[in-house]
């Protein structure tokens, strides 16, 4: 038997303190090794108890948690689970803890709070897990950075009928960050899944809107498809692609989980291989599990060209692993190159493989 997951609990509420100690020490997996009540405190601890994982608040007396991330990150990479409120404010500041590097949240509560986190233990157990297992490293930090935009490759008009469909999962809002913002302003539609909560993903996509070079916002039921755009699923609902009177639309159900998930990229993939077949680009990119896999292989079938993020760059190698394994991915990029990947793919002869 592995070593159990070794735990600083980092939180300014003495009961989030102990509750999530508690929550955490009862999988046989995990093991809190220390607690700290602000980042001052928390600093010393992970010299002293070098700890796997740290869980974060993200609002603390002294230092905020996004600025003790941005040192953490810096100093010494590691992963961090934050714990953030479900509120509107917490989700602008909890996706910019993602992009710093942060793995993955889990919501704290705000009332009832000793019911609510027994509620999520198993998801905390797991998320802390995960992230123990994740490729956290210094490179993260350097993505946050704003750096001068790399000169925009522009598309051939020939790319009209294409449609590019993406799906991620845990380090998502990093890599779709990146991929989004090396495509050109004039890319083909876009239909993105990524695992997420119901009120994170309109603050997801209004912040990747505000700095990508193509409009995106959260997908709305039954609206035709433009180039230029990228709609992301919202966090409650499945997001497919369908063909009405000659134009691509996009459909949303609130149907049961698929594959563990709603929104799910099974659906998405699935709906891509039946209705674009061909004329899509297929794009699975860093997440735990296999959801995607299954829609991945239908696309390829269907005559799809399909594209994984590869293990070297992939945040958590799950989702692109399962899918390549089970043949659905035709060729594994970096994250680096995987917008020029995309546009290659989208620019080639619909049928045909771009050239390598």
């Known amino acids: 038997m592995s070593a159990p997951v070794r735990v600083l609990v980092v939180d300014d509420s003495s009961l ?20 700290a009540p602000d980042p001052h405190v928390a600093r010393d601890k992970i010299k002293s108890l ?5 869980t974060l608040d993200i609002e603390m007396p002294h230092m905020n948690g996004v600025e003790f991330l941005k040192k953490i990150m810096a100093l010494r990479p590691m992963p961090v689970v934050m714990i953030s409120t479900l509120t509107q404010a917490g989700a602008e500041i909890t996706l910019e803890a993602l992009e710093i590097g942060a793995v993955d949240f889990v919501p704290k509560p705000t009332h009832n709070v000793a019911s609510e986190l027994s509620a999520i233990a198993s998801d905390l157990q797991h998320k802390v897990k995960t992230a123990a297992r994740s490729r956290v490293t210094a490179r993260h930090m350097a993505r946050s950075v704003v750096r001068p935009a790399a000169p925009q490759r522009t598309m051939s008009a020939g790319v ?7 799906g991620a999962s845990t380090g998502g809002v990093e890599a779709l960050k990146e991929v989004l913002m090396g495509l ?4 083909p539609p876009i239909l993105i899944t990524q695992h997420m909560p119901e009120r994170f993903t309109a603050a ?15 997908a709305k039921h039954n609206e035709v498809i433009e180039a230029g755009h990228a709609y992301i699923a919202p966090g409650s609902h499945h997001l497919e692609l369908i063909r009405h009177n000659g134009k691509y639309m996009t459909a949303l159900n609130d149907g049961p989980n698929v594959s563990g998930h709603r929104p799910s990229v099974d659906v998405l993939f699935k709906s891509g291989a039946k209705v674009a077949g061909p004329a899509a680009v297929g794009v699975i990119l860093t997440g735990m599990g296999k959801d995607g896999a299954e829609g991945m292989l239908e696309m390829r079938n269907a005559g799809a060209y399909t594209l994984g993020q590869d293990e070297a760059s992939a945040l958590i190698y799950g989702m692109p692993r399962v899918a ?7 060729r594994q990029r970096p994250l680096s190159a995987m917008a020029d990947a995309i546009v290659d793919a989208a620019e080639a002869p619909i049928g045909k493989r771009p050239a390598a």
């Open 16 to 35: 989030i303190r102990q509750l999530l100690s508690a929550l955490l020490s009862e999988d046989p997996e995990i093991e809190v090794v220390g607690t």
């Open 50 to 54: 070098n700890p796997d994982v740290i």
């Open 160 to 166: 009209r009928e294409r449609i590019v469909l993406i």
């Open 184 to 187: 050109p302003a004039n890319c």
């Open 204 to 218: 997801f996509a209004e912040r990747l809107n505000r700095e990508c070079p193509m409009k995106v916002s959260e």
């Open 324 to 330: 390549f394994e089970r043949g659905g991915v035709i």
